[in-house]
């Protein structure tokens, strides 16, 4: 990776993120997992910074807000369902006792086989997010984690693509089928996981990662954590990158614009905490939700920042 401002990755390495700490250590500098000081970061994960506030909100039951009661959807956006999210972007996985009690409640509610009648009937979205979580927590190989993503090939369009909603044709909003697969390891690919990356990743890369309808949604524009459903340009950039695609030359308008959002000091800002709809959406909430933030809008992100030059290395890595 080319040599990055000293400034910033000391930044990055400060402990009061153990999860930023972490990956910065791994992605960013190549240390092994099995690195003394990698290793440490990754065993503070649950004890301080953001992963540590969120798991002291966790109920004795496993899971966090729930309303209607029992709900691991709801509300929006500090419910189970968002919170485990983030948890799993961070690092945490079932060698920690709260993620297995969460866990537990996603196999119980939404993954309960033969019916597997809730997450399984709900919109691709939340399918491929329940997906991506629960690999990540360590869960990639149970036959119920697997039916998840047969759903998730079967929902891909004739152009690549997927939806949330009822469409014929796909849309970039719905990336999450896209970065469950990137959460796989490649040794778990199967021919047609394969053949359905190499379609959908043709679908984003036909569109350059911003192009649709011949609009500029401007949320697209804008830099976000947590991402939720939502998307922009930098998650298109994250997935892409780490399915392989960093040496596709179409890549190039949305990295000029990474590129550009550089502050002068080699930071990126969090542009703005979801929901961030604009003009153009054809949806809105029907009740403004209380965002979840790990950090101030408006000001220099270390979770942006990580995530862009994640996406940097991994370009360098394919030139």
């Not at 690195?35 to 540590?52: E, F, I, T, Y």
């Not at 086989?113 to 997010?129: A, K, L, Q, R």
């Not at 609009?215 to 830099?223: E, S, T, V």
Request: aromatic share 10%.
């Amino acid at each position: 990776m080319k040599e990055q401002p000293e400034p910033v990755i000391r930044w990055l390495l400060e402990e009061d993120q153990p999860s930023v700490r972490y990956f910065a250590l791994v992605e960013l500098l190549g240390q092994s997992e099995g690195d003394s000081r990698a290793r440490r970061a990754l065993d503070n994960v649950s004890k301080k910074g953001w992963a540590a506030d969120l798991l002291k909100r966790q109920r004795p039951d496993g899971r966090w807000a729930s309303k209607p009661p029992g709900s691991l959807y709801g509300p929006k956006y500090s419910a189970t369902n968002w919170v485990a999210l983030v948890l799993s972007d961070l690092g945490l996985d079932n060698g920690n006792a709260q993620i297995r009690k969460a866990a537990d409640q996603f196999f119980r509610e939404w993954l309960a086989i033969p019916s597997m009648t809730n997450v399984f009937n709900d919109e691709v979205c939340v399918v491929g997010n329940t997906a991506r979580m629960m690999t990540r927590f360590g869960y990639g190989d149970d036959v119920r984690v697997r039916k998840l993503f047969d759903r998730l090939l079967e929902d891909q369009k004739e152009d690549g693509g997927w939806h949330c909603f009822q469409s014929e044709s796909g849309t970039l909003d719905c990336w999450e089928a896209l970065a469950a697969f990137a959460a796989l390891p490649r040794s778990k690919w199967t021919r047609s996981i394969r053949a359905s990356v190499e379609r959908g990743a043709e679908f984003y890369l036909e569109r350059k990662l911003l192009e649709e309808d011949g609009k500029k949604y401007l949320p697209w524009f804008r830099f976000h954590y947590p991402i939720h459903y939502y998307y922009d340009i930098l998650v298109g950039l994250d997935v892409l990158t780490r399915l392989g695609y960093g040496g596709d030359r179409r890549l190039g308008p949305a990295l000029e614009i990474l590129n550009e959002k550089r502050r002068g000091d080699g930071t990126w800002m969090l542009d703005k905490v979801h929901p961030d709809i604009g003009a153009g959406a054809n949806y809105s909430l029907r009740k403004r939700p209380v965002p979840l933030a790990l950090e101030e809008e408006g000001e220099p992100s270390k979770w942006i920042t990580l995530t862009a030059l994640r996406v940097l290395k991994r370009v360098e890595e394919c030139s």
